[in-house]
């Protein structure tokens, strides 16, 4: 059975691991971690011990059970790179990903150091091919599987979260060095301003507008990311968010020519404009951040938003 989920960006969440610590300011108010600790102490729940890591190997195999193709996000209460999951238990998971070719698989952390690491390590892609081996002679139909040997894995997205410019500076760099078919950014909660140009290619214009970098294009170099997720924090003591952040953020990703999705604007901006929730209703947003691109697919490019004087 798949995991229903209210995430606008994906199909289905895949939670083999539950439970998480905080790394970073994006993880003061984890929304997961407030509803799994909702329910630490009721005997026989999924939760009973509330936020506490929590690995699930009986959910491994959920995604070749599943016959249409769709996309995945792993782990939407957890980080698979976290490090008290052993990397043989990681390769377990990306053998699945790798027979399971129909879906496509969307991780994303903030454990950047250790996901560069461990998926750089040829010896880790080896057990990844074993363990697929594995699952042939568990009479799995492994037929469907990626080529063998084929890295990084074709249908597997990798991701980090980026919620303001110390970690973009930090983490952005980790993922482009990290072997991945495709990459993305989960800028979410966005707690300030945040200058992706330097792995976008981009340039600030004397017009006040961002362009692709005339030496960038003329080499073919593509931007270090392949599509931008921007959305503000949610729930009781969410710290507010700027619209111009936002916009940003789109005219950054639609100069570089690529997809952005804004999936909310926050439950403080919410409460600021007579809403409730989290702000997740794209009508009552101002027209310009009304963007929901998704990979693959045609996208509108929203008009600029006018900027301060100062912006970098």
Known sequence: MAEQTGIEW???????????????????????ETFAERWRGTPGHHFETGFDLTVRPERVGLPLRWRRGRL???????????DQVNDDFVAEVYAV???AR??????????HA?????????GFADTVWAEVAT????????????PWGQWPLPNVWLGVSVENQQWADIRVPALAATPAAH???????????VDLSRWLHLEFSDMGLWLPEMLATLAGRRPAVDWVIVGGESGPGARPIDEWWIGDLIDQAHAADLPVFVKQLGTAWATAHGQRGKGTDPNV?????????????????????SRPAVTR
Request: proline content about 8%.
């Open 10 to 32: 994906t199909d289905t969440t895949w939670n083999v691991v539950t439970g998480c610590t905080k790394v970073s300011p994006g993880c003061d108010h984890c929304y997961a």
């Open 72 to 82: 995945v996000f792993v782990n939407s209460m957890a980080d698979l790179f976290h």
């Open 97 to 99: 990903m790798a027979v």
């Open 102 to 111: 129909h879906h496509t698989f969307q991780v994303l952390t903030k454990r």
């Open 114 to 122: 250790r996901m560069r690491h461990l998926l750089s390590d040829p």
């Open 135 to 146: 699952l042939a002679h568990e009479d799995i139909d492994i037929s469907p599987a990626i």
């Open 183 to 193: 990459r993305f950014l989960s800028c979410e909660p966005l707690l300030g301003p």
């Open 285 to 305: 947003w101002p027209a310009e951040l009304r963007v929901r691109d998704l990979p693959g697919t045609d996208f509108f490019t929203a008009p600029m938003l």
